[in-house]
């Protein structure tokens, strides 16, 4: 008995912290700022580095009115030229003239139009400088030969202003530029970590209030 009751008196031995753990938290708050910064450097400096860099080349058409159309309605009609670029009827005959399946047309090639002038841009992207070129040319070439089908009905003719051209340099972001743009993302998120730290070490430290017990029968006589 004796034996039994001095084993369970033994008081419990304290739980010591790991030494790894007590480092961490030595360190000073802004550490785990300057680690996010360096990770997303780091990762953004990588992203651009293993990713293929990309090329864009742009042709030009504008669309002239006629002598029995308005000149603003050649505006209007290079707005719908704009939309009509990507479109299959106009992509159909560029894939043959540029060597591609449609699908990569259709990922790779945009237009757009400026609400000043009746110009159309028709932009290819490609991992490969001369793919890029051929895509926009051909593009830009079934664009106009579609167009002038109806410039009769329209009075508005669609004639090529500029051929694209190779590109010296790629359109992709370099390296550097993704690093830059990963520090920062990094930053931010070490910065929301460092305003999201304190308040929960606040909440985890504060009391929690006690819950009071049911009042007795005796003591509710005794209140009355």
């Not at 894939?95 to 237009?111: D, H, I």
């Not at 991992?127 to 926009?136: E, F, I, P």
Request: charged share 15%.
């Amino acid at each position: 008995m004796t034996s039994m009751t001095s084993k369970a008196e033994s008081p419990t031995p304290p739980i010591r912290s790991r030494p790894a753990l007590r480092r961490l938290r030595a360190l000073p708050p802004w550490s785990a700022l300057a680690a996010a910064v360096v990770t997303g450097c780091l990762a953004g400096g990588a992203y651009g580095a293993f990713t293929p860099p990309a090329y864009s080349a742009t042709a030009y058409v504008i669309a002239v009115p006629t002598k029995k159309a308005d000149p603003q309605a050649a505006l209007g009609f290079a707005q719908a030229y704009s939309r009509v670029a990507t479109q299959l009827a106009v992509l159909g005959d560029a894939q043959v003239w540029a060597g591609v399946p449609m699908r990569t047309l259709r990922r790779s090639v945009r237009s757009a139009t400026s609400p000043d002038a009746p110009m159309v841009a028709v932009t290819a992207t490609s991992a490969q400088a001369d793919l890029a070129v051929d895509m926009a040319n051909a593009v830009s070439r079934s664009l106009t030969r579609h167009a002038n089908h109806a410039k009769n009905a329209t009075h508005v003719e669609l004639l090529r202003f500029s051929r694209a051209v190779r590109p010296t340099e790629p359109s992709s972001a370099s390296p550097a530029l993704t690093g830059l743009v990963g520090a920062s993302a990094g930053g931010l998120l070490g910065g929301l970590a460092m305003l999201v730290r304190p308040r929960r070490a606040a909440a985890d430290g504060a009391p929690s209030a006690a819950v009071p017990g049911p009042a007795t029968a005796a003591d509710a006589r005794g209140q009355r």
